[in-house]
């Protein structure tokens, strides 16, 4: 009864101009004074199944490798007549150091930039190395839509003022090694991987790298609960809507991420996403836990099994294929040289979610109710082989409520999904890592045909969140809303709709930079853009504007 939620926008009318496509995003931090070195790592044509695979060397003009102020990559692609939104995966030395989605194109052509602060993958980038871009496309009949694309690295020199980017000791990636495609792991089953650490290994922060869904899961907060599938027809997504991305250590859960749901721009109504993605659609977030609670066990030498996999609230914690999951380790290393020791003192996690599912159905309608709870408290005494000693509190306590409403006969589908919570880890009481967020959205959807091929759609979506991803990478707080919708007529002779999208976005952080922007558009024109903070002169912004400009067109 479901229609597919992925749909291609086959533009009716030739679109005159290229069209711009951004996602909303505060510009990179970077210093503009300092001395930069500007080199391309790549430029490919994405049309098959081939990744692009370079070798990158760093450049050697802007200081000694690894001692620059920080590092971003450009990503500029065109696009020309009809294609799928594709999912992007670029990998550098193994580790998985940004994960994106392509906007679709039009007849007259898209092209989209969009600045990636890379800095906290300093020692990766310090050594040359084997860069891998997977763009997975597919030119056939009715799908003609090339993916060009460039990326460069630009290199900014430290000096006095600026200097050298934070970074750990070692990176160890949490990811399959290959040689030849992206680094990530498909789930299910589980992905384990043996690491063996540095034996004075003091600190282990861990960032999860972009969980996203896929085909069945690409919809995750819309598939229904099992014991409500008899309800719906037999190719409607099932396994419930929530989903937990795990971290395990030797079997023991570590921490777990409650994810914000990203939608691509075929999702559900493709003229929303033109010329403003939904957020997180270029840069998909990521999610970060601290490992320091777990030091005392792997300074041992020995290789120990990490997993990374994704639960969901049903039977068996079964979740369909798939879900596209790495990781990556930021490790910091004592002086000494010395062995680490120490104790976990309390692990208290358990296996899984706390999950309840409550509903029910008459001859139209169908209501579902799934809620989640977890709360993680991990506590460790660590010795230094300098002797220092460090007591680590780390604690999660997170929420999830996704309640799904099909009224009329599915003529309405809505659904309201918010996980929400707190991250707290503390090194001898002084913060290292915090997360506190929230992630609701609202998707209301009414068909004015049963075949449900023409229909109207809104979006309300926002991204909230404190973030401190480690000692080594600047916090900041983003709070973001989305609200956006549109009409869609789905036709043999080619879909048709349109779309508006109103976003207001605001950034700080701890160093002072600040930026807001206020960004409208209705049915591909942008009708209001408000830009204003410590940030808004960047030349990283798509629009440059001077500092507390303001542009508002119409
Ligand atoms: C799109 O069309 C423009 C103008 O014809 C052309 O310059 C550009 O190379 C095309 N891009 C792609 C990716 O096909
Ligand atoms: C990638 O290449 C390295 C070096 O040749 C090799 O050790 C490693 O096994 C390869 N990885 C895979 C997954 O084949
Ligand atoms: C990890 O290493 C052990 C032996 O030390 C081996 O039995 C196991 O299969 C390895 N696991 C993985 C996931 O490679
Ligand atoms: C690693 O841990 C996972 C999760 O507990 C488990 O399923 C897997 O069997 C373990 N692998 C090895 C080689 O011990
Ligand atoms: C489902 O919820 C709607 C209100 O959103 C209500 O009108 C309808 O009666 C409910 N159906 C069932 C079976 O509870
Ligand atoms: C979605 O529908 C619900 C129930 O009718 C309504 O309360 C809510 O405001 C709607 N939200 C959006 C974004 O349309
Ligand atoms: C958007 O599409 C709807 C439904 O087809 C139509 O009624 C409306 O006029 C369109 N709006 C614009 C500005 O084209
Ligand atoms: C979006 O903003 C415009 C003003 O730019 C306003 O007219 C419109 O009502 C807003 N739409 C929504 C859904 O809030
Ligand atoms: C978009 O802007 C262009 C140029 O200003 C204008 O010609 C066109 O009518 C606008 N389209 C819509 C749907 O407002
Ligand atoms: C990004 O790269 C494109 C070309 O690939 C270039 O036109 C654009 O100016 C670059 N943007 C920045 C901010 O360097």
Redesign the pocket.
């Known amino acids: 009864m479901l229609w597919i939620l992925t749909a291609l926008f086959l533009a009716a009318q030739a679109q005159a101009a290229v069209l711009v496509d951004f996602q909303v995003a505060q510009p990179p931090i970077v210093p503009h004074d300092a001395k930069q070195c500007t080199v391309q790592i790549l430029q490919h044509d994405f049309a098959d199944f081939t990744a692009d695979v370079v070798e990158f060397t760093p450049p050697t003009d802007c200081g000694t490798p690894g001692s620059w102020a920080a590092i971003t990559l450009n990503f500029t692609v065109t696009s020309n007549g009809t294609q799928f939104d594709r999912l992007g995966i670029f990998t550098f030395q193994n580790v998985e150091i940004w994960r994106t989605s392509t906007p679709e194109p039009t007849a007259g052509g898209i092209i989209w930039t969009y600045i990636k602060d890379v800095s906290r993958y300093t020692p990766l980038f310090a050594e040359a190395g084997t860069f891998i871009l997977e763009l997975d496309n597919l030119i056939e009949t009715g799908l003609n839509g090339v993916y060009s694309a460039t990326l460069d690295a630009t290199f900014f020199a430290s000096s006095p003022e600026h200097p050298p980017a934070k970074q750990a000791n070692a990176i160890i990636p949490l990811s399959t090694h290959s040689n030849t495609t992206g680094n990530d792991a498909s789930v299910p089953p589980g992905f ?3 690491v063996t650490l540095p034996q004075n290994t003091v600190e282990i922060y861990a960032e999860k790298i972009y969980p996203s869904g896929n085909s069945n899961e690409e919809f995750w907060y819309f598939n229904i609960a099992n014991e409500f599938s008899s309800e719906f027809g037999i190719t409607t997504p099932q396994q419930g809507p929530f989903r937990e991305v795990r971290l395990l250590v030797d079997g023991m859960v570590a921490g777990v991420a409650f994810p914000y749901p990203v939608i691509f721009t075929g999702g559900i109504l493709p003229p929303a996403w033109r010329p403003i993605t939904s957020y997180g659609a270029l840069d998909l977030p990521t999610y970060f836990l601290d490992l320091t609670p777990f030091v005392p066990i792997l300074t041992d030498g020995l ?1 120990h ?1 990490f997993t990374i996999d994704v639960a969901s609230a049903e039977a068996g914690r079964a979740i369909s294929n798939n879900w596209f999951v790495s990781g990556v380790l930021q490790v910091v290393t004592d002086p000494s040289g010395k062995p680490t020791t120490g104790r976990i003192i309390s692990h208290n996690a358990d296996p899984f979610a706390v999950a309840s599912t409550t509903g029910s159905s008459d001859a139209t309608s169908v209501n579902i109710t799934v809620t989640a709870s977890r709360k993680i408290s991990i506590t460790s005494e660590i010795i230094s082989g300098s002797g220092k000693k460090n007591e680590v509190v780390f604690t999660q306590d997170l929420d999830y409520i996704n309640q799904q409403n099909y009224l009329d006969n599915t003529l309405i589908q809505n659904v309201f999904q918010s996980s929400s919570g707190s991250i707290l880890s503390t090194h001898n009481n002084v913060p290292v890592v915090k997360d506190t967020f929230s992630f609701p959205i609202t998707i209301n959807i009414t068909a004015f045909n049963v075949q449900q091929t023409n229909f109207a759609t809104t979006f309300d979506h926002s991204y909230n969140r404190d973030l401190l991803p480690s000692p080594l990478i600047l916090g900041s707080t983003i709070n973001e809303r989305q609200i956006s919708g549109g009409f869609f007529q789905e036709a043999s002779t080619g879909n048709t709709g349109n779309g508006t999208s109103n976003n207001t976005f605001s950034y700080v952080d701890p160093a002072g930079n600040t930026f807001n922007r206020q960004v409208n558009a209705a049915f591909n024109n942008i009708t209001l853009d408000i830009v204003s903070g410590t940030l808004s002169g960047s030349q990283e912004l798509d629009f440059p504007l001077g500092a507390d400009d303001v542009f508002v067109l119409h």
Request: no cysteine; aromatic share 0%.
């Open positions: 384990s991987m043996n290789p099994n």
